[in-house]
Structure formats: structure tokens, C-alpha cells
């Protein structure tokens, strides 16, 4: 790391208000659209400086602190505050009016683990969360602070905390695909080192412009969208992921607009902007330099489409940046070099299914799987691949769990010693090399480049096949524009001592004369074609029955789980033995 950047975020922080204190730091776009005035850093380190104040005269030194706010700079001055005071923060999804049941359960199971004591937030949460403060006795107990209320005169009494490098900054709540929220330890170590390391790896300058639209609780939005802005010292537009969701074209026309260099999503992002086309856009994407593209599977379907839509607008293929990482490793392990071509890689797809990776002849047109590398390793980073079973190294060509090493690897799980231990600190068991951080997420490393198949505990296995269900899902959603696109789950249950597949698919608005049986024909038929699997279930849904973490992915247990218990509202339904 270079010997002039500071060892902690309190340090970087105040250097760039010392050295460059009207330098914009961050723009938020109103509505996606109108920008604020910038955030410069002499007034992100007054607003820090003031509600860290606050902080240490309640005493809230290594106390966590939960940060409740819509996307915008409130949230970024008081992520700041907790910094500047040595408290911890834990970046959380901010309670909705409209689906208070569904977000409170996860906000107070975080409450509990972390046994967080203090609330930074604005009037409006506030005001929300007091009609149902006798249900959740919890949120009683903590002390609020409504920071655009904050009295900037408190700032002089700021005292710099003795924070070194190796304190924690912030806990990051774990998405909980596949299981229960953890929270991931992060020291101020692990972000500047992994700063550092995502400023060479995904080629940015001193000229670069940044602009994310990603929650500020989720690891993508908050390490590359909103950190490595700071460390850079480059300016960050921020949009709110609703706005996105809401006009995604919006995206793109702020990154023409503002000339942005850098921004990120995951494929459905991708996806979704060529879905929401229309022709005569008045557009020029030839700034756009990295179009990072991680979070979730990547489909090189959509990527070639998005650039079949939007090249001619200036988007070049090189802009794309696959990427892979998880927050156990502050993010990102491996990204595609900035200027070079994405690789597409042509593979067996019944070898796949074994578990191996086979190239096959140019000439070979069927049983041809196409996956996207998710680019190089990230700077000092170590891969291994390694069976999950057995714990041995994987032969060349053969899938297996990836693991990780490097510095960017965090502390482990807050108050959970045993998970910790069995994530982080494992060790090859024929060659005792270690430790690794196990991600859980199954692929291989081939020519330097690192390819992902699935999670592990997604994998299906019929008959001694693996099938992944993101897969399975693309094919479901192809079939009638009346499938929700990104809201489908594929899972296998045991019947008769055998696993079987089942398919629950949510339906788009307004599709009252839909031919539910032909559909549900047409879906069985396109998995067999496609997949050479027979679906024992099939269920079209209602929208709401596919379940997302706070980040979008796709909670495929618990669907399953609601599923067995006869939970979910089916428009129509097939079963194996009801035909």
C-alpha cells in the first residue's frame, strides 16, 4: 500500500478534508434524476465530526451502531460519525411503511446479535418505527438520533479516537440466502488494504467519476460504491435502488450525463435495461469505462443482449467488468482488467453435469454451455479448489468450492467463534495448506481465470447429475413473457427416497386470460428439451411468493420450506402424479 495513504478511514477521512477540503465527494440525484449540491469533505468531516461527538458523550466507544436511512449523504456522514467515534457500525435495510412485517423480523434479529445500543437515522423512520415499538420492545430500548437534526456546533468537541487498523469499522449483515444473517467483522485494515487493491485491479484514476445506485447495506454498494470513492478522492453519484427500479434507463442516462467512468450492478440490473428499451434514447455510454457486473450469476445472454441494445450508444463489449466476491472478503476476489475482453468460455455441458470441465471441438454445436469468467484475482489474492467433502485440492478441470486467501479477508462472524473457525480458518486436507476462507460458492480457475457454476448448498443433484437452478430458472422465464423475469425458484425435494424438481414461478399483472395449462406444458417441455430433466412440481404464483434477501437474492430454502408447508397462494399448479 502506498506509504502516503493513511492506515484507517478516520485517518483518510481527515486527510482529505485537510488537503482537499472542497474537493465534491458525493452528489446525491433526487428522485434519480436532479443532483445535490456535493458533499465535499470538509463538510462530510464537520457532519462526521459533530455526530460522532454525540456519540462519545454517550459513551458509544466499540458500541455498535445501526444506520437506518433511504439511499443519500445522510446515511454517508453518519457512516462517518460512527468512524470518527470509534463505534461500530452496522449499515441496515431501513423499515418500509409497506412491508413492516416482512423487513422488521430480519431488523431485529440483527438488533439481537449485534446487541446494538444506539439508532442513526432520520425523523421519518423514526416517526414509523414508534407504532410498533410494543411489538419489538428492543427498538425501546436503544437511543435514537434523527442526524439531520444534529447541532453542527458539536463538532468542536470532537476528541480523535485511538483507533488503529486493526479496530473494527463495521459489521455487514449477511444477505441470508441460504441461511440466518451474520455479521461479518471488517477491520479498517481490510478496507483500505482491499481499497487499494480494487483501485489497481479495476482501473481507476485520479480523473475517474463514479456513480452507484446499490443500497448502502449491501457489501457492493457500500466497498465500491461508496469507500473506494473516498479512497480514490474521486467524485461518487449516488442514485436510490428504487429509483433504478423504477426508470432503470435512468442509470444509464446519469452516466452520459455526468460522464461517469465506474458503476456497478448485478445481471438483473443489465437485464432490465434491455428489457425497459425503447429506440430514440439520446444517449453517448462511450465514457463508461467499467461496467462491473457481479452480485449474483452472470448470464452471458444478457450481456451479449445489452450490448446488441446499447453499443450503439457508445457502450463498447471491453466495458464489461464480470466480477466475483462475497462479503467475507470485504468484496471482490476477482474482476475482469479494465480495457480487456470479457472471456466467454465454451464448455461440455454433460461434463459439467460430472462435475468436470471439458472443452469441446469448435465443430460441436450441441450440449454446449457458454460461462462467463469472472476475470482475474484481485491483487494479492490465493484460490484454491478444493471438494467440499473430502477437503482435498480439486484435479485440474474438476469443480470444486472455491477458497480464498488474502489480507481483504475479514475478521470472521460477530460472536460466533465455532462458524468462524469452520469459514475461515480452513486447511487442505492433503496438502495442510491454510488457512482459507471457505465461500461456499462452487467453480474453477482456469488460464487465470476464476469461473463460478453455483452455490453449493443451491446444488441440485438428480440421478448423480449437478444442475444449478439459476440455469433451470433462465429457462423457465424464456418460455412467456408473462414469467416474471428474476422471480422464479428451482429447488429439488426428496419423495420416495428420490430427488425431485420443483419449479415455482411468479406470474407478471394482469395475465387474467392466460392459458395456465398450455403454460405449464410449455415450461415441463422447455426443462426436458433443454435440461433432460421431468419436473415433479410446478407452481405459478402470485407476485410476493419469491422471497429475496435485502439484496436481491433469492431465498430459495425458505421458499422451499414454505412450499412443503402448503404456503404459497398458486395461480395454477401440475404435479407428477396428479396428470
Known amino acids: 500500500m502506498s506509504k502516503e495513504i493513511p492506515a484507517t478511514l478516520v485517518e483518510l477521512l481527515t486527510y482529505r478534508a485537510e488537503?482537499?477540503?472542497?474537493?465534491?465527494?458525493?452528489?446525491?440525484?433526487?428522485?434519480?434524476?436532479?443532483?445535490?449540491?456535493?458533499?465535499?469533505?470538509?463538510?462530510?468531516?464537520?457532519?462526521?465530526?459533530?455526530?460522532?461527538?454525540?456519540?462519545?458523550?454517550?459513551?458509544?466507544?466499540?458500541?455498535?451502531?445501526?444506520?437506518?436511512?433511504?439511499?443519500?449523504?445522510?446515511?454517508?456522514?453518519?457512516?462517518c460519525g460512527c468512524l470518527y467515534a470509534g463505534a461500530i457500525a452496522i449499515p441496515t435495510p431501513p423499515p418500509e411503511s409497506g412491508r413492516l412485517k416482512r423487513t422488521l423480523p430480519r431488523l431485529r434479529a440483527i438488533?439481537?446479535?449485534?446487541?446494538?445500543?444506539?439508532?442513526?437515522?432520520?425523523?421519518?423512520?423514526?416517526?414509523?418505527?414508534?407504532?410498533?415499538?410494543?411489538?419489538?420492545?428492543?427498538?425501546?430500548?436503544?437511543?435514537?438520533?434523527?442526524?439531520?437534526?444534529?447541532?453542527?456546533?458539536?463538532?468542536?468537541?470532537?476528541?480523535?479516537?485511538?483507533?488503529?487498523?486493526?479496530?473494527?469499522?463495521?459489521?455487514?449483515?449477511?444477505?441470508?440466502?441460504t441461511s440466518t444473517p451474520k455479521g461479518v467483522m471488517?477491520?479498517?485494515?481490510?478496507?483500505?488494504?482491499?481499497?487499494?487493491?480494487?483501485?489497481?485491479?479495476?482501473?481507476?484514476?485520479?480523473?475517474?467519476?463514479?456513480?452507484?445506485?446499490?443500497?448502502?447495506?449491501?457489501?457492493?454498494?457500500?466497498?465500491?460504491?461508496?469507500?473506494?470513492?473516498?479512497?480514490?478522492?474521486?467524485?461518487?453519484?449516488?442514485?436510490?435502488?428504487?429509483?433504478?427500479?423504477?426508470?432503470?434507463?435512468?442509470?444509464?442516462?446519469?452516466?452520459?450525463?455526468?460522464?461517469?467512468?465506474?458503476?456497478?450492478g448485478p445481471n438483473f440490473a443489465y437485464d432490465l435495461c434491455v428489457r425497459r428499451y425503447k429506440p430514440g434514447l439520446e444517449l453517448d455510454l462511450s465514457c463508461w469505462e467499467a461496467a462491473g457486473n457481479a452480485a449474483e450469476p452472470i448470464n452471458p445472454q444478457v450481456m451479449e443482449q445489452f450490448y446488441q441494445t446499447f453499443s450503439p450508444y457508445g457502450f463498447r463489449w471491453s466495458t464489461f467488468a464480470p466480477a466475483y466476491?462475497?462479503?467475507?472478503?470485504?468484496?471482490?476476489?476477482?474482476?475482469?482488467?479494465?480495457?480487456?475482453?470479457?472471456?466467454?468460455?465454451?464448455?461440455?455441458?454433460?461434463?459439467?453435469e460430472e462435475g468436470k470441465v471439458i472443452i469441446p471441438p469448435p465443430e460441436q454445436t450441441t450440449g454446449v454451455k457458454i460461462l462467463p469468467s469472472c476475470g482475474r484475482l484481485v491483487g494479492t489474492t490465493e484460490?484454491?479448489?478444493?471438494?467440499?467433502?473430502?477437503?482435498?485440492?480439486?484435479?485440474?478441470?474438476?469443480?470444486g468450492e472455491i477458497w480464498l486467501k488474502d489480507p481483504?479477508?475479514?475478521?470472521?462472524?460477530?460472536?460466533?467463534?465455532?462458524?468462524?473457525?469452520?469459514?475461515?480458518?480452513?486447511?487442505?486436507?492433503?496438502?495442510?495448506?491454510?488457512?482459507?476462507?471457505?465461500?461456499?460458492?462452487?467453480?474453477?480457475?482456469?488460464?487465470?481465470?476464476?469461473?463460478?457454476?453455483g452455490r453449493l448448498k443451491d446444488l441440485i443433484i438428480i440421478r448423480g447429475a449437478n444442475y444449478y437452478p439459476q440455469d433451470l430458472e433462465w429457462t423457465v422465464q424464456r418460455v412467456h413473457p408473462a414469467l416474471?423475469?428474476?422471480?422464479?425458484?428451482?429447488?429439488?425435494?426428496?419423495?420416495?427416497?428420490?430427488?425431485?424438481?420443483?419449479?415455482?414461478?411468479?406470474?407478471?399483472?394482469?395475465?387474467?386470460?392466460?392459458?395456465?395449462?398450455?403454460?405449464?406444458?410449455?415450461?415441463?417441455?422447455?426443462i426436458a428439451s433443454e435440461h433432460e430433466l421431468t419436473a415433479y412440481a410446478i407452481v405459478l404464483s402470485k407476485p410476493g411468493e419469491i422471497l429475496k434477501t435485502a439484496s436481491g437474492k433469492i431465498q430459495r430454502r425458505s421458499i422451499k420450506n414454505n412450499f412443503l408447508e402448503n404456503k404459497i397462494s398458486c395461480i395454477a399448479k401440475w404435479e407428477q402424479n396428479e396428470s
Open 19 to 79: 488537503i482537499t477540503p472542497l474537493q465534491p465527494g458525493y452528489i446525491f440525484l433526487v428522485n434519480g434524476q436532479k443532483p445535490t449540491p456535493p458533499l465535499t469533505y470538509q463538510e462530510l468531516d464537520l457532519q462526521a465530526r459533530a455526530i460522532a461527538a454525540w456519540l462519545q458523550q454517550k459513551r458509544a466507544l466499540g458500541e455498535r451502531v445501526l444506520l437506518l436511512y433511504p439511499q443519500g449523504l445522510e446515511v454517508v456522514s453518519a457512516f
Open 111 to 177: 438488533v439481537k446479535d449485534a446487541q446494538a445500543r444506539f439508532v442513526l437515522t432520520i425523523g421519518t423512520i423514526i416517526d414509523l418505527v414508534a407504532n410498533v415499538r410494543e411489538e419489538f420492545p428492543e427498538f425501546g430500548q436503544m437511543e435514537w438520533l434523527d442526524t439531520t437534526q444534529i447541532d453542527l456546533t458539536l463538532a468542536d468537541q470532537w476528541v480523535l479516537p485511538k483507533v488503529t487498523k486493526d479496530d473494527l469499522a463495521y459489521l455487514q449483515y449477511t444477505s441470508g440466502s
Open 186 to 264: 471488517l477491520s479498517h485494515f481490510n478496507l483500505m488494504y482491499h481499497a487499494d487493491s480494487l483501485q489497481k485491479a479495476c482501473g481507476y484514476e485520479s480523473n475517474s467519476i463514479t456513480l452507484t445506485w446499490m443500497p448502502y447495506f449491501h457489501d457492493y454498494g457500500l466497498v465500491e460504491g461508496m469507500i473506494v470513492p473516498l479512497y480514490n478522492g474521486t467524485p461518487c453519484y449516488l442514485m436510490s435502488p428504487f429509483a433504478f427500479i423504477k426508470k432503470p434507463l435512468q442509470w444509464l442516462q446519469n452516466i452520459a450525463k455526468f460522464g461517469v467512468t465506474h458503476s456497478q
Open 325 to 352: 466476491g462475497l462479503a467475507e472478503n470485504t468484496l471482490l476476489a476477482s474482476s475482469k482488467p479494465k480495457g480487456s475482453e470479457p472471456v466467454l468460455l465454451r464448455v461440455d455441458s454433460q461434463a459439467l
Open 383 to 399: 484460490v484454491a479448489i478444493v471438494n467440499p467433502h473430502t477437503l482435498n485440492s480439486c484435479q485440474p478441470r474438476e469443480i
Open 408 to 453: 481483504s479477508v475479514t475478521q470472521g462472524y460477530w460472536q460466533r467463534e465455532e462458524e468462524t473457525k469452520a469459514t475461515f480458518q480452513a486447511y487442505i486436507q492433503d496438502t495442510a495448506r491454510g488457512p482459507f476462507l471457505r465461500t461456499g460458492d462452487l467453480g474453477f480457475y482456469l488460464d487465470g481465470e476464476l469461473y463460478i457454476t
Open 484 to 526: 416474471r423475469a428474476d422471480y422464479g425458484a428451482v429447488f429439488a425435494i426428496t419423495k420416495e427416497g428420490e430427488e425431485k424438481l420443483v419449479i415455482i414461478q411468479e406470474l407478471e399483472r394482469g395475465n387474467q386470460d392466460l392459458d395456465c395449462e398450455k403454460l405449464l406444458a410449455d415450461i415441463r417441455e422447455a
